[in-house]
């Protein structure tokens, strides 16, 4: 249904275009990324915007998922085409550009979440809002931060540390090995000696007893 409405909104569009921009359009919209791609090298100035066209909508989607913010996800994706647009020449051919943008996209959302991660109690609200998004390890020290920010960052993961200690040993197993190590829904049951079933209910009843916990403590 969406991508219904996507298609009679750019055919919309296009209908309001004189034709010889609307059939470029057209023969734009025929293309690979990679042939897109080279027109834009090659001098065509509407070729970018059809790469516009095809990833603002996803990767709006995509940055908004990770940093839970939808202004600034507008924010960010337009930088991520101003630094396609730049470096599009430096653009490894070989390559899939859809993996290239989601890579600048997923490093400025990272930038921003290390950015927020210098608040203590916005750092666990990323937590809170993101358990799902990402399978790597929380990351407490960064050689880029100033003494304070190490400060602050050393101070959460205190309490963090504390409210882990207060939960049942089974549910304080599979957070651990979740959100502190990395680990995935897999190897978490070859570990703990659990099915994938018993796994994700330990884990939800573990994140939300965690909140509760630390909750009070960064308030």
């Known amino acids: ?17 004189p034709s010889e921009a609307r059939e470029h359009r ?8 990679a042939e897109v791609v080279q027109a834009s090298l090659d001098g065509d100035s509407r070729a970018f915007g059809d790469l516009v066209r095809r990833y603002d909508q996803r990767l709006l989607n995509f940055v908004y998922r990770t940093i839970g913010d939808r202004e600034r ?7 991520t085409f101003v630094r396609v647009y730049r470096h599009l020449h430096r653009f490894d051919q070989t390559k899939k550009f859809s993996t290239w943008i989601y890579t600048i996209a997923s490093n400025l959302a990272k930038n921003e979440l290390r950015n927020r991660s210098r608040n203590p109690l916005v750092l666990f609200q990323t937590l809170k809002k993101h358990w799902d998004a990402d ?3 929380l990351e ?8 304070d920010d190490l400060f602050r960052k050393r101070h959460i993961r205190a309490k963090v540390e504390e ?4 939960l ?3 549910h304080r197993i599979v957070f651990v090995l979740r959100e502190m190590e990395g680990k995935t829904y897999d190897e978490i ?3 703990t000696g659990c099915n994938l079933g018993t796994v994700k209910s330990r884990l939800n009843r573990a994140r939300n007893n965690f909140a509760h916990i630390i909750a009070p403590m960064i308030d």
């Open 26 to 33: 057209l023969k734009l919209g025929q293309m690979t990324d």
């Open 163 to 166: 409210a882990v200690k207060q």
């Open 1 to 17: 249904m969406a991508r219904a409405r996507v298609k009679a909104k750019e055919k919309s569009e296009l209908q309001a275009v």
């Open 135 to 137: 399978h790597r390890p």
């Open 140 to 147: 407490w020290e960064d050689t880029q931060y100033k003494p």
């Open 168 to 170: 049942p040993e089974h």
């Open 73 to 79: 996800g507008q924010d960010l994706v337009q930088e």
């Open 189 to 191: 049951a070859d570990i």
